[in-house]
């Protein structure tokens, strides 16, 4: 009994001794202890800036959209589908079916194939930068840029902008080439500033469509598919020959489906035509995409860069 207590005494005191030296020390010692400085030094910010902000969203997506417009300058699929292709399409167009379908319809039909060659350039390099985004979701790159300090809008605002630099530069590649076999454009700049903001528009709101498939769809071949409809197309609008050369039946589905509308705005511009009707329906058709395929854009990328 007398050595336990000895040992319970014993550590009784150095518990009271441990419990001393933890004390708040009084006076002037505790302003030491409350003024004290780290060594690392870290500096002081000097101005606040809440996070997320509109200069952070335009700063980041212009990073963004050149990230991906050096991916796409060094993928040589991307700049034959997005150049040579249209430019050759025009080329072949112009040689095999200018003068027959001249002949049928009474006019030149290079106000017609021009515009449909160019439409069918801005989808089809929608098509080559959706597959790049089911690449880029497939190898983690999403999740990873997910993670980043960046504004997390900035990943689909930075692509539309990259997608509108490639369909600028795509129009107008299509454009150049159509010049030398007979395109003009009788506005001037007005017309074909006009040219290339329709044609932005429409290739926009096609490229959030395609992006919401691809993003949404469990199907890896739905982007191969919407690109097949896409080439498909091209024989069936009023670009490729006048409405009138189409059966009776079929007419009204060349007429307003949105590529003739888009053809024929660009057209109205280039030639100074009547441009109100056919702008009205091509802005129907490009807010309709833009409505019903911004939402599932948006919530499955996000589903893409978090599940992964």
Known sequence: ????????????????????????????????????ESPLNFPTRDRWRPEPTVQDLSHDSVL????????????????LQSLLFPALTVLLFWLVLDSSVSEHSGTSNTFGMVPMVALVGAMSGS????LGLRREQTTGLLSKMWTLP???ASAMTGRLLAESV????????????????????HSGLPGYLGIIAVATGFGLSFSMMITALALMSRDSHIVEWTAIGTQLAMFFNTGFVPADSYPAWLRPAIEYQPMSCTIDTIRALATEGPVARPMLLTLAWSAALLIVFT???????????TLN
């Open 150 to 152: 960046t504004h997390r």
């Open 64 to 79: 963004q959209a050149q990230r991906i417009l050096l991916k796409w300058s060094r993928d040589p699929v991307t700049l």
């Open 295 to 305: 939402g599932p854009t948006l919530v499955g990328y996000r589903r893409a860069a």
């Open 127 to 130: 098509s080559i930068s959706a």
């Open 1 to 36: 009994m007398t050595r336990t207590r000895l040992i319970r005494r014993r550590n009784d005191k150095a518990r009271r001794r441990a419990t001393d030296s933890t004390r708040m020390p009084f006076g002037s010692e505790v302003a030491d202890v409350v003024t004290y």
């Open 166 to 185: 490639r369909i600028v530069i795509t129009v107008s590649a299509v454009l150049l080439v159509g010049m030398v076999i007979g395109f003009r454009i």
